[in-house]
Nanobody, 116 residues
């Protein structure tokens, strides 16, 4: 199993970024996917989650109405559209799944920096 994030970068407050995560090595369409983030000096926190068939999603209160999680099961990809970015959204963003055999899998992360 491998999860590879991309799309991070430097953006001004109020701007947008779209993160992508490409999954390898498991039946992607059978598993829910989540995005976590970890800001400097803080614990890792769940940002958004999506069910295997995209029928349900959930978000942290801090990103609700600004971030949108989606997935493309044909391409083995999950996305995080981030709009109206704030300084406090600065963090390393990780793709995650509670995958085959009940194991947690993580990507290496992609850095999002919101700064003026």
């Amino acid at each position: 199993v491998q999860l590879v994030e991309s799309g991070g970068g430097l953006v001004q407050p109020g701007g947008s970024l779209r993160l992508s995560c490409l999954a390898y090595g498991f039946t992607f369409s059978s598993y829910g996917m989540t995005w976590y983030r970890q800001a400097p000096g803080k614990e890792r926190e769940l940002v958004a989650a999506i069910s295997s068939n995209a029928a349900s999603t959930r978000y942290a209160d801090s990103v609700k109405d600004r971030f949108t999680i989606s997935r493309d099961n044909a391409k083995n990809m999950v996305f995080l559209q981030m709009d109206s970015l704030k300084l406090e959204d600065t963090a390393v963003y990780y793709c995650h799944t509670h995958g085959p055999y009940g194991v947690d899998y993580w990507g290496k992360g992609t850095l999002v920096t919101v700064s003026s």
